[in-house]
């Protein structure tokens, strides 16, 4: 009688302690890791650079890349793209990690969203100091720009003065 009063709390320990034993790292799913870097990322989503998008260039480098698993048979091929701040049907998290289960209310499905929250608040960081950095040089780029217009013009003129016949 007395193994089995002490046999009962530890089976139902065991049972409700064991998914905990077994918790997968949040900075991993699948194949992939976060901080993984480009060349891996490309290699096993089958990729090429043709396929990164560079979103900001200075003063920090932003590149994306987005893989679609495979489609089911019978499923739609329609793909709608994520958002940070698209509303969580499900979270999870750790003190470095968060994943976020999304429901697009487009197409309505589901989409993983996975970051690390100190590189998240980098990133925000640094697309920040992006946005400043870009306000700051419009005027030289627009003034570039309009150079460059007024060049081809005059040589698309001095081309045409070339072959002009009264």
């Given at each position: 009688?007395?193994?089995i009063?002490?046999?009962?709390?530890a089976?139902?320990?065991?049972?409700?302690?064991?998914?905990i034993?077994?918790?997968q790292?949040?900075?991993?799913y699948?194949?992939?890791?976060?901080?993984?870097?480009?060349?891996?990322?490309?290699?096993r989503?089958e990729?090429?650079?043709?396929d990164?998008?560079?979103?900001?260039?200075?003063?920090a480098?932003?590149?994306?890349?987005?893989?679609?698993?495979?489609s089911?048979?019978?499923?739609?091929?329609?793909?709608?793209g994520?958002?940070?701040?698209?509303?969580?049907?499900?979270?999870?998290?750790?003190?470095?990690?968060?994943?976020n289960l999304?429901r697009?209310?487009?197409?309505?499905?589901?989409?993983?969203?996975?970051?690390s929250?100190?590189?998240n608040?980098e990133?925000?960081?640094?697309?920040?100091?992006?946005?400043?950095?870009?306000?700051?040089q419009?005027?030289a780029?627009?003034?570039?720009?309009?150079?460059?217009?007024?060049d081809?013009?005059?040589?698309?003129?001095?081309?045409?003065?070339?072959?002009?016949r009264?």
């Amino acid at each position: 009688m007395r193994f089995i009063r002490f046999l009962a709390p530890a089976l139902t320990a065991l049972l409700f302690g064991a998914p905990i034993l077994r918790a997968q790292d949040f900075s991993k799913y699948r194949d992939f890791s976060l901080g993984t870097n480009l060349a891996t990322v490309l290699k096993r989503t089958e990729k090429k650079l043709a396929d990164v998008t560079t979103t900001h260039g200075a003063p920090a480098l932003f590149q994306e890349v987005t893989r679609w698993p495979p489609s089911l048979p019978g499923a739609s091929t329609l793909h709608v793209g994520y958002d940070m701040q698209q509303k969580s049907a499900a979270s999870w998290q750790d003190s470095q990690y968060c994943l976020n289960l999304v429901r697009t209310a487009s197409s309505n499905r589901f989409g993983l969203l996975i970051y690390s929250k100190r590189v998240n608040t980098e990133a925000e960081l640094g697309l920040l100091e992006a946005a400043k950095f870009e306000r700051e040089q419009a005027p030289a780029r627009e003034a570039e720009r309009q150079k460059k217009e007024t060049d081809a013009l005059e040589l698309t003129r001095q081309q045409n003065q070339k072959s002009f016949r009264p």
